[in-house]
DNA sequence: CCGAGTATACCTACTAGTAGGTAGTTGTCA
DNA sequence: TGACAACTACCTACTAGTAGGTATACTCGG
């Protein structure tokens, strides 16, 4: 693995961890094993740091996306799958997602920061709205509303069952926030 | 006021806004005009000030509930109260719930602190599970289902959403996650 | 004159970031 | 093929500024 590789990794999940001001460069150095002055050498600063991270995070979030679409036909699987990977990021509590640790430090991020954690939104939101129009037509999901609301509304309710599960350090504060969703799937 | 006062509320605000790592002594001085100093006469330590920002923040939040208690008959007219509530506290997009803002940073947090976050938490759920309790008596939440499980769903939607909108900055993100339950409402 | 509250003046540890330099690799051209 | 230039990836040593925290001195109302 290469270090600007490494590095992500290692910021990725210090910054689930602790949030945007909750790691510095001397975090990352010890962990990774370089000195703090090389990491400039990677990202010059912690804001291209944090861009690098969001655009890293959005890919990998639409390539699962991708593969839950061509594993699954139902909506009810897709959305089950999608819950699925949320629970599965939390890391037994001890993580929340990039997009939701980085909100909280809002004022801390730059205009283009902001503006690529808003295009992983939409992209979320999209596909959502997508998935629960599938639903409407195929039927899986019980008593199905409006998409968007459905999408917006789903999109809370994970990434609050995060913070929720984050805050008690415990999984099973995360799967009782989303029985009520997934009771409603076959 | 008193400066303790002045100082929780100067100290609740910048927590909301940025989370507990997020703001310093030196930004609450500068803020009520006092020295970074005299804060420490206050709050001996920063640990000690989130606990009393907790404790308040808990005792406000079940006066809160309980005025819903005082003014409300109906289930749905409570629980529109509570998410009314959440909407208000979000200042437009600029502060998310100071038990949210806190569970990011939750690894820089005292035992206490976190046994008070615990405790504000628990109380939230018990009273959404005691009005889901009654939405279920006198059936004013369509399809109401299993009272803890809706609980905790209502719980983390309502987080969620904060959340959400305060990446966005926009009210309006709040309102679309949170349609969906209020369409459950009469 | 006591003590609550604030101030000055400091501490150590840490923050992001910079300056300047150095092995080792890679590319290129006579 | 050898020589020289350029580049990559790191280093040590530093900057200015901020973090939370402390010791001690002042001030002013009861």
Redesign the interface.
């Known amino acids: 693995m290469d270090r600007r590789t490494e590095l992500l990794n290692c910021a990725e999940n210090v910054a689930r ?3 945007y ?2 790691f510095s460069y001397a975090d990352l150095a010890k962990e990774v094993g370089i000195r703090k002055a090389s990491i400039h050498y990677h990202f010059p600063s912690k804001a291209d740091l944090a861009v690098a991270l969001i655009e890293r995070y959005a890919s990998t979030h639409a390539e699962a996306l991708a593969v839950i679409d061509e594993t699954s036909e139902l909506a009810s699987d897709r959305l089950a799958a999608y819950v699925q990977g949320y629970r599965k990021a939390l890391s037994g509590g001890a993580k ?1 997602c990039l ?10 991020l730059t205009d283009e920061a902001l503006r690529e ?2 295009a992983f ?1 939409g992209n979320s939101l999209n596909w959502l709205e997508k998935t629960f129009q599938l639903a409407n037509k195929d039927g899986s999901v019980s ?1 199905s ?2 998409p ?3 999408a ?2 789903l ?7 995060q ?2 599960a ?4 415990k999984v099973s ?1 995360f799967d ?6 997934l ?1 409603r799937l076959p």
């Open positions: 961890r602790h949030g001001d909750g929340i997009c939701a640790a980085f909100s909280v430090s809002r004022d801390s954690l808003d939104r008593h509303a409006e968007a609301e459905e917006a509304a999109l809370a309710t994970v990434e609050g069952a913070l929720v984050r805050a008690a350090n504060d009782q926030a989303t029985k009520l969703f009771s």
